[in-house]
């Protein structure tokens, strides 16, 4: 036998191994064991605040840690910080590149990022001596678009690409200091975990993993979903993390069980979801999808809860503040809202 | 490209692909049953600090309705 064949059969070996591990460990269902939890009841959120200012499709956005500012990015070519209280606009940052796909807030404050079909993470600091809003990093490295870009502190950011790749960078260098390889098909979201040593990423190979930042290792795989993953989120404590996608369903898998324990979907949703977040506790999961509407449900017990209209178009990003105040959507429409 | 080189990239492809089969294979897992419980617990430990679950009185509310001001 040639060695390639060898190698073959023993990937089938090992395939069958993880197959059966999983099952010899599904010895219930999160189903099961919620059954007799009371359900979450109806889930009502009015919209607090409209942030009106961009002039295109808003593709993405991400709170600040303070929970009241938060960072928007719009395709027509425009990074607007904007102080959610008063919906008044902080900084209007025109960009280099209008083709923009993702966009994040640093910890600290002090930078904001951006990135699309240029094929670059520009890192632009907000509090320069002056007063005016700069590019301080254009890190380029990856050969196609930047999908995801999330900050670790003001000196590192991963960012995840449609060349099927996530790196971490070395924002001071400009360098990747670690490469993610594995997926097979563009990678479209990232999150990072609470303890910032692991990150799961979603790709259109229907596929996702959870990546060691430090040694660059994927140390588990999942799958389930039967099309593109748009949306990745991490659950609270760290130890599961929900998908959405294209397939119209929503998926939460738990990392010490390896598996999948919920699939959140309807018969009457034929569409695909943008995006995912999780209220503070992580009872609630809330998600974008591409008729407009926000479905909001039951983590625990599968069942949708609420549903947030008001968008005239596709709901294309999402996030909940870090006080779990409020959630604040993103539209093709080109408003974000703030509900609670 | 010749088929010489092709072959070997099948090759190299193929011993990448078990090396990270072995390392997701050799990891510990814990019963769905103890998963679940868990996050249940974790989810019953925090709703009270969760307020989009809870609800947010009026006067706690941030981004409560602007009332129109009224000049006296």
Redesign the interface.
């Known amino acids: 036998m040639s060695?390639?064949e060898q190698?073959?059969q023993?990937?089938e070996q090992?395939?069958n191994?993880?197959r059966d591990?999983?099952k010899?460990?599904?010895?219930?269902?999160?189903s099961?064991?919620?059954a007799g939890?009371d359900s979450?009841g109806r889930?009502q959120?009015r919209t607090?605040?409209t942030l009106r200012g961009h002039l295109a499709k808003i593709y993405a956005m991400q709170w600040a840690t303070d929970s009241?500012l938060l960072v928007s990015a719009s395709q027509d070519g425009k990074l607007i910080i904007w102080d959610?209280?008063s919906t008044n606009k902080i900084h209007a940052i025109p960009l280099r590149s209008s083709w923009v796909m993702t966009c994040a807030y640093a910890p600290s404050g002090s930078y904001a990022a951006c990135g699309g079909l240029d094929n670059i993470c520009s890192i632009y600091s907000l509090k320069t001596r002056e007063g005016n809003v700069r590019v301080t990093r254009e890190l380029s490295g990856h050969t196609g678009y930047l999908s995801c870009c999330r900050f670790l502190d003001d000196s590192q950011i991963v960012t995840s690409s449609g060349d099927t790749t996530c790196a971490l960078w070395d924002i001071e260098t400009g360098q990747q200091t670690t490469t993610f390889t594995?997926h097979t098909g563009d990678v479209m979201s990232l999150s990072l975990s609470p303890d910032s040593r692991t990150f799961v990423s979603g790709a259109c190979d229907a596929s996702s993993k959870l990546w060691d930042i430090r040694d660059g290792?994927?140390?588990?795989?999942f799958t389930g979903h039967v099309s593109d993953i748009n949306a990745v989120i991490f659950?609270?404590?760290g130890?599961?993390f929900t998908t959405g996608s294209d397939d119209a369903t929503c998926r939460l898998f738990?990392l010490?069980?390896?598996?999948e324990?919920m699939m959140y979907s309807h018969d009457n949703i034929n569409c695909g979801i943008t995006s995912v977040a999780f209220?503070?506790?992580?009872?609630?999961l809330l998600a974008g999808y591409d008729d407009f509407n926000c479905n909001v449900w039951d983590?625990?017990k599968g069942e949708r809860a609420g549903v947030l209209a008001g968008h005239d178009n596709r709901v294309s990003c999402l996030g909940?503040s870090s006080?779990?105040?409020?959630?604040a959507t993103g539209s093709w429409d080109s408003f974000l809202r703030?509900w609670? | 490209m010749s088929s010489k080189m092709v072959?070997s990239n099948?090759?190299a492809h193929?011993?990448r692909?078990?090396q990270?089969?072995?390392?997701?294979?050799s990891?510990e897992?814990?019963?769905?049953?103890?998963?679940?419980?868990?996050?249940?617990r974790?989810?019953g430990?925090?709703?009270k600090?969760?307020?989009?679950?809870m609800g947010?009185p009026a006067s706690e509310?941030?981004?409560?309705?602007k009332k129109p001001c009224t000049i006296l």
């Open positions: 060695e390639l190698l073959r023993e990937a090992l395939r191994q993880i591990a999983r010899a460990c599904n010895d219930s269902s999160l099961q064991i919620t939890l979450v889930i959120m607090r605040r009241r959610s209280y594995g290792m994927c140390r588990q795989s659950f609270p404590n130890n599961a738990d010490r069980a390896d598996q324990l209220s503070k506790s992580g009872r609630l983590t625990l909940i006080d779990g105040m409020a959630l703030i609670n | 072959g099948n090759l193929a011993r692909m078990v990270q089969l072995r390392v997701e294979a990891i897992r814990i019963k769905v049953s103890k998963a679940s419980a868990d996050l249940m974790y989810c430990e925090n709703a600090y969760d307020p989009l679950l947010i509310n941030p981004f409560k309705d």
